[in-house]
């Protein structure tokens, strides 16, 4: 492992010339990639870390959208806004993330857990727009960091309980009384809350609408997949409690994805749009993974890559027209078919993915996950339908609004699409409808 982590921190001296660290996160993103034809099942790499399938593809995820942050952050580069600071802020990110997806430890899972939210925060509110950003900043380390008191306190119970902390090798909980309960509720809620699902949602479109372009795809390509990846990691060990609660996450999820989506139907914001769509996406997620079926997992893990990959590629066109208007209201961002033509295909592309079209990995991932979550309970079929429609619906309603109709006419002039844009947009699109050819890497079994 040390092999990736020690030119992470090697590209933090380098952080002074912005294309030697862009250079040096490609050459990197591609020596992870090179190992997708390894037989991967946790083998020691030292120091407690070690990948297995869902591992790896995550950190292969997080260098991935790491090295197109870089490429999509030009304007911090060229507004020489602390752009030095803000390379080692983003490969400090990186680095936790590593030793995230890589340990073996839960104490340390949960220590670099944790670590990753304090770059994100100097992100928000260093390179942020608005004021609003340091309200938006005490939402998300308020939200999540409540709920992680619980989770460290358990996972001190769980070394008291069974003198170990590797994973794995933690004792499983098998009776069904109200303390293995509470223990599960204080397991679970904070990665819940990072995911977010519905209820616990409020942190998300706020730091969204605050943080900088590279704020927003790095949360929403790999910070939320953080909560899916530990509750892969720690449900086995509640199984029987789970399965008494799984009704109720599952219920939870399907009414709140059902409430958001027709909440993305009235947003005028860009940004807030994408933010509460990637919410719909996430609860589709957490059904999965709560009724424990291999097709659940299976799903839940293709989604968690394909929005990533999408989700951060929309961010990152809005940004671009941010960038150009100097606004995120839908209500002048609009008729860019007429400034744009060219950006108009990554937008449909891009959109397309977002309501699962094929050949995207998110048409494979919502299939299991519907396949899973009917053979749970036929009663779902109404929340998921609904699901499936409006999410449709509001994708739809943020293409034709932004690219057709007449342009703004306070719009005086507006740059055409660089190519170091197009490269980035390309850069998602296609491994998400790529990898739909060798789902054996994405599905993490």
């Given at each position: 492992?040390?092999?990736f982590?020690?030119p992470v921190?090697l590209l933090?001296k380098?952080?002074?010339?912005?294309?030697?660290?862009q250079?040096g996160?490609?050459?990197?993103?591609a020596l992870?990639?090179?190992?997708c034809?390894?037989n991967l099942?946790?083998?020691?790499?030292g120091?407690?870390?070690?990948l297995?399938?869902?591992?790896?593809?995550?950190?292969?995820l997080?260098v991935w959208?790491?090295?197109?942050?870089?490429?999509?952050?030009q304007?911090v580069?060229s507004?020489?806004?602390?752009?030095?600071?803000?390379?080692?802020v983003?490969?400090?990110?990186?680095?936790?993330?590593?030793l995230?997806?890589?340990?073996?430890?839960y104490?340390?899972f949960?220590i670099?857990?944790e670590?990753?939210?304090?770059?994100t925060?100097?992100?928000?509110l260093?390179?942020?727009?608005?004021?609003?950003?340091?309200q938006a900043g005490?939402?998300m380390?308020?939200y999540?960091?409540?709920?992680s008191l619980?989770?460290?306190?358990?996972?001190?119970y769980?070394y008291?309980?069974?003198?170990?902390?590797?994973?794995?090798?933690?004792?499983?909980?098998?009776n069904?009384?109200?303390?293995s309960v509470?223990?599960?509720?204080?397991?679970?809620?904070?990665f819940?809350v990072?995911l977010?699902?519905?209820?616990?949602?409020?942190?998300?479109p706020k730091?969204h609408v605050?943080?900088p372009?590279?704020?927003?795809?790095?949360l929403?390509?790999?910070?939320?997949?953080l909560?899916?990846?530990?509750?892969?990691?720690?449900?086995?060990m509640?199984?029987?409690v789970?399965?008494?609660?799984?009704w109720?996450?599952?219920s939870?999820?399907?009414?709140?994805?059902?409430?958001?989506?027709?909440?993305?139907?009235r947003?005028?914001d860009?940004?807030?749009?994408i933010?509460?769509?990637?919410?719909?996406h996430m609860?589709?997620?957490i059904?999965?993974?709560m009724?424990?079926?291999?097709?659940?997992m299976?799903?839940a893990?293709?989604?968690m890559?394909?929005?990533?990959?999408?989700?951060?590629?929309?961010?990152c066109?809005?940004?671009?027209m941010?960038?150009?208007?100097?606004?995120?209201?839908?209500?002048?961002n609009?008729?860019m078919?007429n400034?744009l033509?060219?950006?108009?295909?990554?937008?449909?592309?891009?959109s397309?993915?977002?309501?699962?079209?094929?050949?995207?990995l998110?048409?494979f991932?919502?299939?299991?996950?519907i396949?899973?979550l009917?053979s749970?309970?036929t009663?779902?079929?109404?929340?998921?339908?609904l699901i499936s429609?409006f999410?449709?619906s509001?994708?739809?309603?943020?293409?034709s609004?932004?690219?057709?109709g007449i342009f703004?006419?306070?719009l005086?002039?507006?740059?055409?699409?660089?190519?170091r844009?197009y490269l980035?947009l390309?850069f998602?699109?296609f491994?998400?409808?790529?990898l739909i050819?060798n789902?054996?890497?994405?599905?993490?079994?």
């Amino acid at each position: 492992m040390l092999k990736f982590l020690l030119p992470v921190v090697l590209l933090m001296k380098f952080s002074d010339s912005w294309k030697v660290t862009q250079l040096g996160l490609g050459v990197l993103s591609a020596l992870v990639g090179l190992m997708c034809f390894h037989n991967l099942y946790l083998y020691s790499l030292g120091f407690e870390l070690g990948l297995d399938f869902v591992s790896y593809i995550m950190v292969y995820l997080s260098v991935w959208i790491m090295f197109l942050v870089i490429i999509s952050s030009q304007q911090v580069k060229s507004k020489n806004n602390f752009f030095n600071m803000f390379l080692i802020v983003n490969l400090f990110l990186l680095l936790s993330l590593f030793l995230t997806f890589s340990s073996l430890n839960y104490l340390m899972f949960y220590i670099s857990f944790e670590m990753s939210l304090i770059p994100t925060l100097i992100l928000i509110l260093g390179w942020g727009y608005q004021p609003e950003r340091i309200q938006a900043g005490v939402y998300m380390l308020f939200y999540t960091l409540t709920m992680s008191l619980p989770l460290l306190g358990s996972l001190l119970y769980i070394y008291s309980s069974s003198g170990s902390l590797t994973m794995s090798m933690g004792s499983v909980v098998l009776n069904n009384n109200y303390i293995s309960v509470i223990w599960y509720f204080c397991t679970i809620m904070a990665f819940l809350v990072k995911l977010p699902m519905y209820m616990f949602h409020l942190w998300l479109p706020k730091a969204h609408v605050e943080a900088p372009v590279a704020g927003s795809m790095i949360l929403a390509g790999v910070l939320l997949k953080l909560g899916g990846y530990g509750l892969i990691r720690l449900l086995y060990m509640f199984q029987k409690v789970s399965l008494n609660f799984s009704w109720v996450w599952v219920s939870i999820s399907l009414l709140g994805g059902v409430l958001i989506s027709l909440l993305c139907l009235r947003q005028v914001d860009l940004k807030s749009l994408i933010a509460y769509s990637s919410v719909v996406h996430m609860s589709m997620v957490i059904c999965g993974l709560m009724i424990f079926s291999w097709w659940g997992m299976m799903g839940a893990v293709v989604v968690m890559v394909g929005h990533g990959l999408c989700s951060s590629g929309l961010f990152c066109l809005a940004n671009m027209m941010y960038e150009r208007v100097g606004s995120r209201s839908l209500l002048i961002n609009k008729g860019m078919l007429n400034l744009l033509p060219s950006m108009g295909l990554w937008w449909f592309l891009l959109s397309v993915g977002n309501m699962a079209a094929p050949p995207t990995l998110n048409l494979f991932g919502e299939i299991s996950l519907i396949v899973s979550l009917m053979s749970w309970s036929t009663l779902s079929l109404i929340g998921l339908m609904l699901i499936s429609f409006f999410s449709a619906s509001y994708t739809l309603y943020m293409y034709s609004l932004s690219q057709h109709g007449i342009f703004f006419n306070a719009l005086y002039s507006c740059s055409s699409g660089k190519v170091r844009e197009y490269l980035v947009l390309f850069f998602h699109w296609f491994p998400l409808n790529i990898l739909i050819l060798n789902l054996n890497l994405v599905m993490g079994i």
